[in-house]
T-cell receptor, first 113, second 115 residues
Framework: SQTIHQWPATLVQPVGSPLSLECTVE??????LYWYRQAAGRGLQLLFY??????ISSEVPQNLSASRPQDRQFILSSKKLLLSDSGFYLC????????????FGDGTRLSIL | AQSVTQLDSQVPVFEEAPVELRCNYS??????LFWYVQYPNQGLQLLLK??????LVKGINGFEAEFNKSQTSFHLRKPSVHISDTAEYFC?????????????FGRGTQLTVWP
């Protein structure tokens, strides 16, 4: 069966520090991969998605970037965190195709001080 | 593009009462529809999905939803809720024909079940 791992579960970082969140999927090949941010009461905001290695599409211009160095690895990064980057970050994967549901990791709670 | 409106941000209900969480969508193409549940500090878990066929879809934990194309709705129902159903519920839509499977989410409905 397929599993998705996301870490760390919680992270407290000072303003201006770098960020790296990692997500890996097991048990499937060539998945679509997604990064979301969830702010309280605002639902899910799609940040990045990827349909293959090295292929990244950005939905919202911002202080973050994403990379997919391997088929089942998706990394969310920032060179300098802002206070507004605080939130709950979720990674998800799906089989390619519009009728395929997305499957989510357990998320990372990021607090910026 | 597609969009989703969840009409209630919060729904309080007593244990063993029925509940309906409302979802309306907008799309220029045919759609697939999904409901997810999120427990505190966890990711989203798929409750059920409508792809085609019968408009009444049954999911996990005793939930069901009915697709109504004329009303562009996909309301979630449960005949008798438990305390453990307290969570946030998200409705999502995907447009048919997209290989990406991009999901458009509603803002969520917080279901709180009281004893």
């Amino acid at each position: 069966s397929q599993t998705i791992h996301q870490w760390p579960a919680t992270l407290v970082q000072p303003v201006g520090s770098p960020l790296s969140l990692e997500c890996t999927v097991e048990g499937t090949s060539n998945p679509n991969l997604y990064w979301y941010r969830q702010a309280a009461g605002r639902g899910l905001q799609l940040l990045f998605y990827s349909v293959g290695i090295g292929q990244i599409s950005s939905e919202v211009p911002q202080n973050l970037s994403a990379s997919r160095p391997q088929d089942r690895q998706f990394i969310l990064s920032s060179k300098k965190l802002l206070l507004s980057d605080s939130g709950f970050y979720l990674c998800a994967w799906s089989i390619q195709g519009s009728n395929q549901p997305q499957h989510f990791g357990d998320g990372t709670r990021l607090s910026i001080l | 593009a597609q969009s989703v409106t969840q009409l209630d941000s919060q729904v309080p209900v007593f244990e063993e009462a029925p509940v309906e969480l409302r979802c309306n969508y907008s799309s220029s193409v045919s759609v697939y529809l999904f409901w997810y549940v999120q427990y505190p500090n966890q990711g989203l878990q798929l409750l059920l999905k409508y792809l085609s066929g019968s408009t009444l879809v049954k999911g996990i934990n005793g939930f069901e939803a009915e697709f109504n194309k004329s009303q562009t709705s996909f309301h979630l129902r449960k005949p008798s809720v438990h305390i453990s159903d307290t969570a946030e519920y998200f409705c999502a839509v995907s447009g048919r024909g997209s290989t990406l499977g991009r999901l458009y989410f509603g803002r969520g409905t917080q279901l709180t079940v009281w004893p």
